[in-house]
């Protein structure tokens, strides 16, 4: 059965420690990885998609990589912005399967 | 673009009431999707359209539920009659294909049947 896991479920971080959140995938094939954020009252807004094992992107302070089990989503130096839910998704056909999402707070 | 629009954004009903959510899609995108999110459950696929045809009903909960495309820009999601358990944020998401393009939100109508 298809399957995403995110971990861990809540990351309390202080301004500026650095530190990844795991989106591990268990698919029959994969044919996109997807990372997006979501903040309080809003929808999950796009961040990267990753299409093969090795690649990476980045955007400002986050970093996005991915192996054929899983990927993970980088932070460095967080500011307290970086505050939100990050939610990863796997594409193995038409659809998405969703991960719960890891909740991220950045303290400053 | 104004990405996507979903209306209204909170909708307060009673048991027994019917409830429609609105979307209009970003232009363009030949894919729309509407979506349930729960603390419980996170997001769950209710329904998707392409090019204003249904192609996938399965996650559609029950017949008390029901969605509608009659234009590219435009979708409606009716629950009637509500019931206390459909109390959730409901997201409509677009996407230009299904293939190499991401899904884009709208911030979702927040529901509370009472």
């Known amino acids: 059965e298809d399957q995403v896991t995110q971990s861990p479920e809540a990351l309390r971080l202080q301004e500026g420690e650095s530190s990844s959140l795991n989106c591990s995938y268990t698919v029959s094939g994969l044919r996109g990885l997807f990372w997006y954020r979501q903040d309080p009252g809003k929808g999950p807004e796009f961040l990267f998609t990753?299409?093969?094992?090795?690649e990476e992107k980045e955007k400002e302070r986050l970093k996005a990589t991915l192996t054929k089990k899983e990927s993970f989503l980088h932070i460095t130096a967080p500011k307290p912005e970086d505050s939100a839910t990050y939610l990863c998704a796997v594409q193995p056909n038409y659809q998405l399967i969703w991960g719960a999402g890891t909740k991220l707070i950045i303290k400053p | 673009d104004a990405g996507v629009i979903q209306s209204p954004r909170h909708e307060v009903t009673e048991m027994g009431q019917e409830v429609t959510l609105r979307c209009k899609p970003i232009s363009g995108h030949d894919y729309l999707f509407w979506y349930r999110q729960t603390m419980m459950r996170g997001l769950e696929l209710l329904i998707y359209f392409n090019n204003n045809v249904p192609i996938d009903d399965s996650g559609m909960p029950e017949d008390r539920f029901s969605a509608k495309m009659p234009n590219a820009s435009f979708s409606t999601l009716k629950i009637q009659p509500s019931e206390p358990r459909d109390s959730a944020v409901y997201f409509c998401?677009?996407?230009?294909?299904?293939?190499?393009?991401?899904?884009?939100f709208g911030n979702g109508t927040r529901l509370t049947v009472t």
């Open positions: 990753l299409y093969s094992a090795g």
């Open positions: 998401a677009s996407r230009l294909t299904l293939e190499n393009s991401p899904l884009h």
